[in-house]
């Protein structure tokens, strides 16, 4: 490389290495500063990537979407009933418990937004759209085979996720008495008596 320089690494390599720091130190040590030695770049050199602070969020939280999608799309794609694959998406949707770094990102993102531009809400709906259509059509699928109940599969998608939410943020901020085990049953008993066909 002429004149010695280092170069700069690839910009997923960034991005991993600014989840790792959540995951080991927590958000509030994710500095432009500490991130640039982490990964041998200068303060600078990243916010050149990525302008802000905020940018570097949307992005990381970004990225580690993309390696959930490719989780969720195999477990997804599975053979077995329809309820075990919803299963499947519930134990990737709830926190593994206090501080799990994506659901910590996954706050910060979200309470950032409230200065955000319609570019960044327009990411964060990408976001949550994926998840979304992916349990749509679990639902659907689990209808049209006759193994649930014939209900709405978009109504009954978006009950479902904002019971996730509202039961994950209480894991993932560390309410006393919630953990992802209590979580994952009161989702299993609502699935039982929303969608079997037999209930």
């Known amino acids: 490389m002429a004149g010695g320089r280092r170069q700069a690494p690839p910009r997923e390599d960034v991005l991993a290495a600014a989840m790792d720091m959540i995951a080991e130190l927590g958000l509030e040590k994710l500095t432009m500063a500490a991130l640039g030695r982490a990964v041998g770049m200068s303060s600078g050199h990243l916010v050149y990537y ?6 570097l969020l949307l992005r990381t939280l970004e990225w580690s979407e993309g390696r959930l999608g490719v989780e969720r799309g195999r477990l997804l794609g599975r053979t077995g009933t329809v309820r075990e694959r919803i299963d499947a998406y519930v134990d990737l949707y709830v926190p593994d418990g206090h501080r799990d770094p994506h659901w910590i990102l996954w706050l910060e993102v979200w309470n950032r937004s409230r200065n955000a531009d319609d570019d960044a809400r327009d990411r964060q709906a990408a ?3 994926v998840w979304h259509r992916d349990l749509v059509a679990l639902i659907a699928e689990g209808v049209s085979k006759g193994e649930f109940r014939p209900v709405d599969p978009d109504r009954c998608a978006t009950r479902l996720r904002a019971l ?36």
């Open 127 to 129: 976001i949550e759209g």
């Open 164 to 199: 996730l939410d509202g039961f994950s943020l209480q894991v993932a901020v560390g309410l006393r008495g919630w953990d992802r085990a209590r979580v994952l049953g009161h989702v299993r008993e609502f699935l039982d008596e929303s969608l079997r066909a037999d209930a």
């Open 50 to 55: 990525f302008r802000t602070k905020d940018e």
